[in-house]
């Protein structure tokens, strides 16, 4: 009886999940969501504050204590439950995508096709990890006989960002619970409903009480309220490079809780003279406003070989022109809203010194539409290193279109940036090709493709653009504490 | 497919509703079902009775080679099953473990009927074991990952973990479906395309699983199922010069043949699980209770018929009386009988051959000077019954202490120090299991140390999990099924090796 989902009573959840019930905020606190095609709000969600974060984690370590049902549990077991949550996720992909898109302003078609998708796939990868992460024995020096168990951390914080909320968080609780963890995940303000459905899913797929809890709110409240907690022995935070910093401070502050952190980019996306041209014109505009721009990933540095610069920029300037803005949930819409009043304004603002410092403004640079958040696709070319445009994250549809002349040149400038996440290159020379992707400093390189993205890869970034690395075998690593234990033996025998 | 519809044998009296069965008895290649090319079929035998259940199709050399060449055409550069998403590979065994785990009741009926184990184990062991292999390996398929290796000199260079190509598989009778998703998770969730024969005893569960590999989805030609022989069928895998690796679990006897073939033939990759005689080791500080049960399981479990079977128990001198009396006494109450029935621990042995060959055992044991202490006839007029016997005062160059009895004979063994029982306890040309019962944590870490096993079970035994490798040491056999390791069977490591301008850390 206790599995059986209680029914909605509302359109949405918007309660704070803990324990696998919901409840209101302590505080008593609401916060309202938008819709970013049209400004009107959806509803109004429970804001999770310390208390309700201090609840949560409370919650968590009953749920992780040794010899709980989660410790007890098998490994073949924990991946089980996982692959029965991508299995509901799969049978409410219509309804999450729905939803997701009203919530996020993402295309519909999109969010079913790829979010969803990439959602489905990153669960049931690391389902089929949970029983799989093996320790060693070690033929230690003298009598002993030695060997490493890999065990959950603990209780996890997880912030997730706005850009694709529910595969963010599948991201996040994949491997950590793969792993044995519990987990107290914070979804972005601006995106709480796919993720509080996602807990009646969690409920409905039988994992124990505890083991996630889920907690809309701020990030200065409920965000730094788990950054800093005592009991908390382990953060992850995706989102923006300035919040990261603050993430690791508050770390360190408090008990030295393990951190990872993916964070901002401003990747290099280099195109040589002998590249497919019609393949590297798509290819970069799609790296720029995929998710209207709002990608860690956003290839919005465009290195072009001096040969074919003017005609890649003609190409790039004709395909944004014919770039659909719409309504997401019309099939023929290729680029949204950006998601939220202050980050439309924050994008303008950059176009406006990417004029005002002297770039070529070639199509867009305004606002679209008197609803909602939109901006044009925006192309500019004569782009120099030095310009604003050029070092900070826009995070929304603008493209920067920069010429190169020889192989070193573009590698320095490439790698002349704080950030380190991703990094493409365009050509058929295969030598071009090692040349770069092993003397650019970031986290993935993509040759020939970009934002080629899956669950069996590990993804993160180099310097400033995060620490640690999500998904793929590499991704679990994050998650567990090796304990090794050593055991006198009479003799020793090889 | 043409299926037959036909009535239970009338004769079994049956706690679970058995009635009607659909039965597939013909060649499964290319997702197809086939007669064989000569048209010939043999019978498969019910062991409780004796009775023929049906007509199966019989695979000969023609056969097997239709069935490589599917195989092969499945295996191509560019074919839907090369091109597939190793996470797609790994769905398709997902959904093959999904459609077994809702046929699990018939599937079971299927098995006991086939086989003779008690039904209660069927359903409740070897099908949920089947579904969590296939699941496991599911798990694996995009998670087998090669190396980018730092090679001295101006070089990038790399690792494939490729599939062989055409695997063949011959599987036993002893736990056929079992058998069979051991042999199909790793090698699917790797890439190959696969020739299976299964035992001649045990074809039916396997054939119906065909069906079910069809109805997921995997492509044509990837997995294709034989019944038949062993001298005919299985001798023609063995040697054919298409097949790239040949996987076999069987008796040591025909493993020898199987890697001659080999040599012989292309030097296909052979993995080879065997027999053995595996000795279970009690030391006088064991908690009594559990060391006789676990004993009596390690034995007697499957009707004598595990390739580790602990069919060598050693029991330390100061508790050998009482050790040989509770299990004694154990040994007369397990309850033998019709397997349908669920309070049935005792089914019959596979065949008239087998049931032979062990009677013959015991006449021996009785002639060598060992002590009968319980059981040693038939246990029925029908069906190939045996009952549970026990010899005590059992000598290590005793036949019944050296040779593979496979049937439901126990030896108990007498010892006195650490010492004299491992080197006794090695003192075999087999290596597949051990187990040491004890509370002493020096005593078991000497024991499982210098046990020459591929698996030592310490105050447990026949603990099985698809996340743990199992295999011989010795003429037990040559590599290891299930785990990550499982996998290195199925791979064939390419090195690629690319010239780079200026190499960098």
Same mark, same amino acid.
């Given at each position: 009886?206790?599995?059986?989902?209680?029914?909605?009573?509302?359109?949405?959840?918007?309660?704070?999940?803990?324990?696998?019930e919901?409840?209101?905020?302590?505080?008593?606190?609401?916060f309202?969501?938008?819709?970013?095609?049209?400004?009107?709000?959806?509803?109004?969600?429970?804001?999770?504050?310390?208390?309700d974060v201090?609840?949560?984690v409370q919650?968590?370590?009953?749920?992780?204590? #040794?010899?709980?049902?989660?410790?007890? %549990?098998?490994?073949?077991?924990?991946?089980?439950?996982?692959a029965?949550?991508?299995?509901?996720?799969e049978r409410?992909?219509?309804?999450?995508?729905?939803?997701?898109?009203?919530?996020?302003?993402?295309?519909?078609?999109?969010?079913?096709?790829?979010?969803?998708?990439?959602?489905?796939?990153?669960?049931?990868?690391?389902?089929?990890?949970?029983?799989?992460?093996?320790?060693?024995?070690i033929?230690?020096?003298?009598?002993?006989?030695?060997?490493?168990r890999?065990e959950?951390?603990?209780?996890?914080?997880?912030?997730?960002?706005?850009?694709?909320p529910?595969?963010?968080?599948?991201?996040?609780?994949?491997?950590?619970?793969?792993?044995?963890?519990?987990?107290?995940?914070?979804p972005?303000?601006?995106?709480?409903?796919?993720?509080?459905?996602?807990?009646?899913?969690?409920?409905? *797929?039988?994992?124990?009480?505890?083991?996630?809890?889920?907690?809309?709110?701020?990030?200065?409240?409920?965000?730094s309220?788990?950054?800093?907690?005592m009991?908390?022995?382990?953060?992850?935070f995706?989102?923006?490079?300035?919040?990261?910093?603050?993430i690791q401070?508050?770390?360190?502050?408090?008990?030295?809780?393990?951190?990872?952190l993916e964070?901002?980019?401003?990747?290099?996306?280099?195109?040589?003279?002998?590249?497919? %041209?019609?393949?590297?014109?798509?290819? *970069?505009?799609?790296?720029?406003f995929?998710?209207a721009?709002?990608?860690?990933?956003a290839?919005?540095?465009?290195f072009?070989?001096?040969?074919?610069?003017?005609e890649f920029?003609?190409?790039?300037?004709?395909? *944004?022109?014919?770039?659909v803005?719409?309504?997401?949930?019309?099939?023929?819409?290729?680029?949204?809203?950006?998601?939220?009043?202050?980050?439309?304004?924050?994008?303008?603002?950059?176009?406006?010194?990417?004029i005002s410092?002297?770039?070529?403004?070639?199509c867009?640079?305004k606002?679209?539409?008197?609803?909602?958040?939109?901006?044009?696709?925006?192309?500019?070319?004569?782009?120099?290193?030095d %310009?604003?445009?050029?070092?900070?994250?826009?995070?929304g549809?603008?493209?920067?279109?920069?010429?190169?002349?020889t192989l070193?040149?573009v590698?320095?400038?490439a790698n002349?940036t704080d950030?380190g996440?991703?990094a493409?290159?365009?050509?058929?020379?295969?030598?071009?090709?090692?040349?770069?992707?092993?003397?650019?400093?970031a986290?993935?390189?993509?040759?020939?493709?970009?934002?080629?993205?899956?669950?069996?890869?590990?993804f993160?970034?180099y310097? %400033?653009?995060?620490?640690?690395?999500?998904?793929?075998?590499?991704? #679990?690593?994050?998650?567990?504490?090796?304990?090794?234990?050593?055991?006198?033996?009479?003799?020793?025998?090889? | 497919m043409?299926?037959k519809?036909?009535?239970?044998?009338?004769?079994?009296?049956?706690?679970?509703?058995?009635h009607?069965?659909?039965?597939?008895?013909?060649?499964?290649?290319?997702?197809?079902?086939?007669?064989?090319?000569?048209?010939?079929?043999?019978?498969?035998?019910?062991?409780?009775?004796?009775e023929v259940i049906?007509?199966?199709?019989?695979a000969d050399?023609t056969?097997?080679?239709?069935?490589v060449?599917?195989?092969?055409?499945?295996?191509?550069?560019?074919?839907?099953?090369? +091109?597939?998403?190793?996470?797609?590979? @790994?769905?398709?065994?997902t959904?093959l473990?999904?459609?077994?785990?809702?046929d699990?009741?018939?599937?079971?009926?299927?098995?006991?009927?086939d086989?003779?184990?008690?039904?209660?184990?069927?359903?409740?062991?070897?099908?949920?074991?089947?579904?969590?292999?296939?699941?496991y390996y599911?798990?694996?398929?995009?998670?087998?990952?090669?190396?980018?290796?730092?090679?001295?000199?101006?070089?990038f260079?790399?690792?494939?973990?490729?599939?062989?190509?055409?695997?063949?598989q011959?599987?036993?009778?002893?736990?056929?479906?079992?058998?069979?998703?051991?042999?199909? @998770?790793?090698?699917?969730?790797?890439?190959?395309?696969?020739?299976?024969k299964?035992?001649?005893?045990?074809?039916?569960?396997?054939?119906?699983?065909?069906?079910?590999?069809?109805?997921?989805?995997?492509?044509?030609?990837?997995?294709?199922?034989?019944p038949?022989?062993?001298?005919?069928?299985?001798?023609?895998?063995?040697?054919?010069?298409?097949?790239?690796?040949?996987?076999?679990?069987?008796?040591?006897?025909?493993?020898?043949l199987?890697?001659?073939?080999?040599?012989?033939?292309?030097?296909?990759?052979?993995?080879?699980?065997?027999g053995?005689?595996s000795?279970?080791?009690?030391?006088?500080d064991?908690?009594?209770?559990?060391?006789?049960?676990?004993?009596?399981?390690?034995l007697?479990?499957?009707?004598?018929?595990?390739?580790?079977?602990?069919? +060598?128990?050693?029991?330390?001198?100061?508790?050998y009386?009482e050790?040989?009396?509770?299990?004694?006494?154990?040994?007369?109450?397990?309850?033998?009988?019709?397997?349908?029935d669920?309070?049935?621990?005792?089914?019959?042995?596979?065949?008239?051959?087998?049931?032979k060959?062990i009677?013959?055992?015991?006449?021996?044991?009785?002639?060598?000077?060992?002590?009968?202490?319980?059981?040693g006839?038939a246990?029925?007029?029908?069906?190939?019954?045996i009952?549970?016997?026990v010899?005590?005062?059992?000598h290590?160059q005793?036949?019944?202490?050296?040779e593979?009895?496979?049937g439901?004979v126990?030896?108990?063994?007498?010892?006195?120090?650490?010492?004299?029982?491992?080197?006794?306890?090695?003192?075999?040309?087999? @290596?597949?299991?051990?187990?040491?019962?004890?509370?002493?944590?020096?005593?078991?870490?000497?024991?499982?140390?210098g046990?020459?096993a591929?698996?030592?079970?310490?105050?447990?035994?026949?603990?099985?999990?698809?996340q743990?490798?199992f295999?011989?040491?010795?003429?037990s @056999?040559?590599?290891?099924?299930?785990?990550?390791?499982?996998?290195?069977n199925y791979?064939?490591?390419?090195?690629?090796?690319?010239?780079?301008?200026?190499?960098?850390?």
């Open positions: 009886i206790g599995t059986i989902p209680p029914p909605l009573s509302a359109p949405y959840l918007t309660q704070i999940f803990i324990d696998n919901w409840h209101d905020s302590v505080s008593g606190k609401v309202p969501v938008y819709d970013p095609a049209t400004g009107e709000q959806i509803c109004e969600v429970q804001e999770a504050d310390k208390a201090d609840k949560a919650a968590a370590r009953r749920a992780f204590a #040794l010899g709980s049902p989660w410790r007890r %549990m098998d490994a073949s077991e924990r991946g089980r439950l996982l029965k949550l991508a299995d509901l996720v409410d992909s219509v309804y999450l995508a729905t939803m997701e898109s009203l919530d996020c302003g993402k295309p519909f078609l999109t969010t079913l096709f790829v979010d969803l998708q990439g959602t489905i796939k990153t669960l049931r990868y690391f389902a089929g990890y949970a029983d799989k992460i093996h320790g060693t024995t033929p230690m020096d003298g009598e002993y006989l030695t060997f490493t890999h959950p951390i603990g209780v996890c914080g997880q912030i997730i960002p706005w850009n694709f529910l595969m963010m968080a599948a991201w996040k609780l994949g491997p950590a619970l793969a792993a044995g963890n519990a987990v107290v995940l914070k972005a303000e601006q995106t709480p409903l796919t993720c509080l459905y996602l807990g009646a899913l969690v409920r409905e *797929a039988g994992f124990p009480p505890g083991v996630v809890n889920i907690l809309p709110g701020f990030g200065p409240t409920a965000g309220a788990i950054a800093s907690h009991g908390i022995d382990k953060v992850a995706t989102g923006s490079t300035e919040v990261g910093k603050l401070e508050a770390a360190g502050r408090s008990n030295l809780k393990r951190v990872t964070l901002g980019g401003k990747n290099p996306n280099i195109i040589f003279a002998d590249a497919d %041209m019609d393949l590297a014109v798509e290819q *970069a505009h799609q790296g720029v995929f998710n721009g709002q990608c860690c990933t290839g919005s540095r465009i072009v070989e001096e040969p074919i610069y003017e920029v003609r190409r790039s300037v004709e395909r *944004a022109k014919r770039r803005l719409g309504s997401p949930s019309d099939p023929t819409t290729e680029q949204g809203p950006q998601i939220s009043q202050e980050q439309q304004a924050r994008v303008l603002e950059l176009i406006q010194s990417g410092e002297g770039a070529t403004l070639e867009g640079g606002a679209h539409g008197l609803k909602g958040f939109y901006v044009e696709p925006t192309v500019f070319s004569n782009v120099t290193d %310009m604003r445009i050029a070092k900070e994250e826009i995070f549809p603008v493209q920067q279109i920069m010429k190169f002349k070193e040149e590698i320095e400038r002349d950030y996440l991703a493409a290159v365009f050509t058929n020379d295969i030598n071009k090709a090692m040349a770069i992707s092993t003397a650019v400093q986290g993935t390189v993509w040759i020939n493709c970009y934002n080629a993205l899956s669950t069996q890869c590990p993160g970034g310097k %400033m653009s995060g620490n640690g690395r999500e998904l793929g075998e590499c991704g #679990l690593k994050e998650y567990s504490e090796v304990k090794t234990i050593t055991m006198r033996l009479l003799a020793k025998n090889s | 043409r299926p519809l036909i009535v239970a044998v009338p004769t079994l009296r049956t706690s679970c509703h058995l009607i069965i659909l039965i597939v008895f013909q060649l499964f290649i290319n997702n197809q079902w086939q007669d064989a090319q000569s048209g010939k079929t043999f019978p498969t035998i019910n062991p409780s009775t004796g049906c007509h199966v199709a019989e050399k056969d097997v080679d239709r069935a060449k599917a195989a092969r055409a499945a295996f191509r550069l560019g074919s839907p099953w090369r +091109r597939m998403d190793a996470s797609d590979r @790994g769905l398709l065994l959904r473990a999904d459609a077994i785990e809702r699990a009741g018939y599937l079971a009926e299927l098995e006991t009927l086989n003779g184990k008690p039904y209660a184990i069927s359903y409740c062991v070897d099908i949920p074991n089947v579904v969590k292999c296939l699941r599911a798990g694996w398929a995009d998670k087998w990952e090669g190396k980018t290796i730092p090679i001295d000199g101006d070089y260079c790399y690792t494939r973990h490729e599939p062989i190509g055409v695997c063949g011959i599987i036993p009778w002893n736990f056929p479906l079992l058998m069979q998703a051991w042999k199909l @998770g790793p090698a699917l969730a790797t890439g190959n395309t696969i020739v299976m299964v035992a001649e005893q045990t074809p039916l569960t396997a054939l119906y699983v065909a069906n079910l590999i069809k109805e997921v989805g995997f492509p044509e030609g990837v997995v294709n199922i034989l038949g022989m062993g001298p005919s069928a299985g001798a023609a895998i063995a040697a054919h010069m298409d097949v790239d690796k040949l996987a076999f679990t069987g008796s040591t006897e025909v493993g020898h199987i890697q001659q073939a080999s040599g012989s033939s292309n030097l296909k990759k052979v993995t080879l699980e065997l053995g005689k000795p279970n080791i009690i030391l006088s064991a908690n009594m209770e559990e060391a006789v049960e676990q004993a009596h399981f390690a007697f479990f499957n009707q004598g018929q595990c390739c580790c079977a602990g069919s +060598r128990t050693y029991v330390q001198a100061d508790i009386d050790f040989v009396e509770r299990s004694v006494e154990r040994t007369k109450n397990r309850v033998t009988g019709d397997p349908f669920l309070k049935t621990e005792h089914g019959p042995q596979i065949d008239d051959e087998q049931f060959k009677l013959n055992y015991i006449d021996i044991g009785k002639k060598e000077g060992a002590k009968m202490l319980c059981g006839k246990a029925s007029d029908k069906g190939y019954f009952q549970p016997t010899f005590g005062d059992v290590d005793m036949t019944i202490a050296r593979e009895i496979f439901p126990m030896q108990i063994m007498k010892f006195k120090t650490l010492e004299e029982v491992l080197e006794r306890a090695n003192d075999t040309k087999y @290596g597949l299991a051990a187990a040491v019962f004890t509370k002493d944590i020096d005593k078991a870490h000497y024991l499982s140390s046990l020459r591929g698996t030592v079970w310490i105050n447990c035994y026949d603990v099985f999990g698809a743990a490798p295999g011989g040491f010795k003429a @056999g040559n590599g290891r099924e299930l785990g990550e390791y499982g996998l290195d791979t064939e490591v390419k090195t690629v090796t690319i010239k780079v301008p200026q190499k960098n850390s």
